[in-house]
């Protein structure tokens, strides 16, 4: 009989609580449904806008691939032509007013910028390296960059202010390039200025202390050449 009376109970607690459910539903059922379409709209846009970036990714890698092709030597190993240069600038420049927004837009950029300063145009270089660091911090791109900045400033005689830039790295109170590579363009930096002993010091600083750096070898063929 117990038994029997706690089922019952408990049955009658289902309903209840089934019925307080169609109540609440049949009194709130446009503001339910409301929010579950809110919720399909949201999901909707969501997946909508990842196609779209996803697709423009694509268009973008695509077109700098073909600009990258005519900019770099053929196959047999031959410079590229002027003409082939100038074809793969217009490319390069479609991508970024086309994509500018994106990672291969700023890759364009980059190879612009090379253009520029191999044209003797440091400004235009200078300009559009400064955009790539700036968006770019701590990836990278971000550091090829600034690699590249580094050495037109050293070219456009900066080299003290730069090579004050490069020690704040190394001391790590900017982390805007990993330590061995800023004490390997520091080293370069005096090999630049004519002052051999300071650039051996920082190249044999670098084998000795980042024995797994990718610089190892370029800073022991640097120590070779300097003597």
Known sequence: MRRLTRKKLKQNEFVSVVDEIIHWFTDNWRPVVAGLVAVCGIFLIWW???????????????????????YQADQSGKTPKPADLEAAKKKLEAVVAHYGRTDQGD????????MAFSAGDAAKARG???????RHRGDVLGRLALVDL?????????????????EKMLTGKDDSLPRDMAMFELGRVYVKEKKPEQAKQYFQKLVKDFPQSPYQSLAQQQIQSLG
């Open 128 to 134: 559009l390296l400064k955009e790539i660091v700036a």
């Open 150 to 166: 580094i050495h037109l400033r050293v070219g456009s005689g900066e080299a003290a202010e730069v090579a004050k830039e490069l």
């Open 48 to 70: 909508g806008v990842s196609s779209w970036q996803g697709s423009r990714a694509s268009k973008a890698a695509y077109a700098l691939n073909e600009a990258v092709q005519i």
């Open 107 to 114: 890759v364009a950029r980059l190879y612009l910028a090379r």
